[in-house]
T-cell receptor
Framework: AQKVTQAQTEISVVEKEDVTLDCVYETRDTTYYLFWYKQPPSGELVFLIRRNSFDEQNEISGRYSWNFQKSTSSFNFTITASQVVDSAVYFCALSEGGTGANNLFFGTGTRLTVIP | GAVVSQHPSRVICKSGTSVKIECRSLDFQATTMFWYRQFPKQSLMLMATSNEGSKATYEQGVEKDKFLINHASLTLSTLTVTSAHPEDSSFYIC??????????FGPGTRLTVT
């Protein structure tokens, strides 16, 4: 079974619009970590955030914010006032276990295109 | 954050030849290294997990005789694609972790087999 589901394959928004990327995960572990990565055309993965299963507080970092809800097994990512430089593929990932250093299960990714 | 390098960044090879990709943790000792593969417009899939000094653990469907992984030191792991074929063309990404450090990704190696 898919451990991480990103239902949105592609999203296009006009610059300055807000956009939310959805992520739903599945695990039987009580301790786990969730991640978001950005992958620009160059291919390198850019780390955005790591959140452990015991910390349900939402987080904001500049134009980025994350909403973690264990009740719905979701870890959604919102970009406020999108910019062309935000265009990339975004991956949500899950690491089971207590350290966050175990292998990651990646979702299929959401390709975001920000139109100027 | 910790730095992980990969070499080469791009490689083109002929069908039937072997290619070696290096993954190095530059500023920490990585007890575990992971190798992922990403086909065009697809997600990253774990190929194998290697712990320093022991044999790699391969995911189901990954041929261990074709993808040779060596983790000889705490800062270096290598992936050798033996007898490469066009269907092996992909983006290969390694990551490294330790007890103290979470997983850090290398910049990836784009392999094209002609």
């Amino acid at each position: 079974a898919q451990k991480v589901t990103q239902a949105q394959t592609e999203i296009s928004v006009v610059e300055k619009e807000d956009v939310t990327l959805d992520c739903v995960y599945e695990t039987r572990d009580t301790t786990y970590y969730l991640f978001w990565y950005k992958q620009p055309p160059s291919g390198e993965l850019v780390f955005l955030i790591r959140r452990n299963s015991f910390d349900e507080q939402n987080e904001i970092s500049g134009r980025y914010s994350w909403n973690f809800q264990k009740s719905t097994s979701s870890f959604n990512f919102t970009i406020t006032a999108s910019q062309v430089v935000d265009s990339a593929v975004y991956f949500c990932a899950l690491s089971e276990g207590g350290t966050g250093a175990n292998n990651l299960f990646f979702g299929t990714g959401t390709r975001l295109t920000v139109i100027p | 954050g910790a730095v992980v390098s990969q070499h080469p960044s791009r490689v083109i090879c002929k069908s039937g030849t072997s290619v070696k990709i290096e993954c190095r943790s530059l500023d920490f000792q990585a007890t575990t290294m992971f190798w992922y593969r990403q086909f065009p417009k697809q997600s990253l899939m774990l190929m194998a997990t290697s712990n320093e000094g022991s044999k790699a653990t391969y995911e189901q469907g990954v041929e261990k005789d074709k993808f040779l992984i060596n983790h000889a030191s705490l800062t270096l792991s290598t992936l050798t694609v033996t007898s490469a074929h066009p269907e092996d063309s992909s983006f290969y990404i390694c990551s490294a972790s330790s007890v103290l450090y979470e997983q850090y990704f290398g910049p990836g190696t784009r392999l094209t087999v002609t």
